[in-house]
């Protein structure tokens, strides 16, 4: 078990020296373009003005501020960094999170349904619904909800967060948390009104994860309803709903960890796409603005605490696998035993 987490800690070090470096090639064109800039001014106070930016820092002066967290000031706002992260950070957290509750919500049975089905009518419709949910852009998808539900219909708001008209202190940066714990007297009709702003962004980012979901879960239900445990659950004649929904489920949700870790970066490449579909202040849409204004700063932050954030909770996914999992671990004593012995 020392073994595995030593593995996993080599990998998130690695990885973190490798995106510091691309996020150090995003500065030096920052300073290029700073020259450039600079060079078209007229006087020198103008250019020397700049010097601090045309001139970068060293890799390891830069790594060093990183490690300090100190990750620069944004030239959009003025703000450091690392403090407009966490700013944006909750409204993302809340998003993603919601997104793959939902996610779960809907793949997991509709999987299940469908290997139970198998090769029916039942299973053929679901595996044709979640290969149309796989194969959908999810900005494409999100104007079609958009324009159905919120210009034509005009049940859900077009983008935001939450309505102008409720004045609710940001507290903890969840919307739904400051809302319903809110000492206003409107608190409930704010709470209402921020699960209306969420409905249409989870949906969207939930559609893909929810596909991929119903599949893979289809695949390894199927694999299970084969084994001789279930035969077994049969012949000592346990209902349907106990043979299907808790000794084959139970052992079909193994692979499911190591799915979901699989989902998170394409649950965060959802997210810069829905977050600025839909407005939402998050890190997606701060991270696109931040490209839009040619703010490099932010940007090499953004992208470089995203991606740690990635790869820490990826590499905490496989060591809960590891423990949860005993066959993991035995796999891995053997294969050292074999090492060894080699």
């Keep these: 078990m020392i073994k595995l987490v030593l593995r996993q800690v080599f990998f998130m070090v690695t990885s973190f020296f490798g995106i510091t470096l691309i996020t150090f090639y995003l500065q030096t064109l920052q300073s290029t373009a ?65 997104a793959t509750i939902l996610a779960i919500l809907i793949g997991l049975p509709l999987g299940v349904i469908s290997a139970i089905y198998h090769r029916r009518a039942t299973d053929l419709v679901i595996n044709n619904l979640s290969l149309i949910a796989y194969s959908m852009p999810i900005f494409w998808w999100g104007i079609i909800l958009l324009m159905y539900f919120s210009i034509t219909q005009g049940v859900t708001p077009v983008a935001g967060r939450l309505n102008f008209l409720f004045d609710i202190e940001p507290v903890t940066g969840f919307i739904l948390i400051d809302t319903f714990f809110s000492e206003e007297s409107y608190r ?33 239900m199927i694999q299970t309803l084969s084994k001789d445990f279930i035969l077994t659950a049969q012949a000592k004649g346990l209902s349907s ?78 060591l809960l696998q590891i423990w949860l999992n005993p066959r993991l671990r035995k796999q891995d004593r053997i294969s050292n035993i074999r090492v060894g012995n080699g």
């Design 34 to 98: 700073d020259a450039t800039v600079a060079s078209l001014t007229e006087t020198t106070a103008e250019i020397e003005s700049q010097q601090v930016v045309i001139n970068p820092p060293s890799y390891f002066t830069y790594l060093s501020n990183v490690l300090q967290g100190d990750l620069g000031t944004s030239r959009t706002s003025g703000m450091q960094v690392s403090n407009e992260f966490l700013t944006h950070l909750p409204a993302s957290v809340e998003l993603v999170v919601l």
């Design 188 to 220: 409930i009709d704010a709470f209402k009104d921020a699960i209306n702003h969420l409905l249409l962004p989870v949906i969207v980012l939930a559609t893909l994860p929810a596909a991929i979901i119903a599949r893979l879960a289809r695949q390894n």
């Design 241 to 318: 709903f106990r043979i299907y929904w808790i000794h084959g489920l139970r052992n079909a949700m193994i692979p499911f960890l190591d799915m979901l870790s699989l989902q998170i970066s394409t649950l965060m490449t959802g997210a810069m796409l829905t977050e600025y579909l839909f407005s939402w202040p998050g890190i997606g849409k701060w991270i696109i603005d931040a490209l839009q204004n040619n703010d490099y700063q932010s940007l090499q932050g953004g992208i470089l605490l995203t991606t740690i954030m990635v790869v820490f909770i990826n590499a905490s996914i496989e």
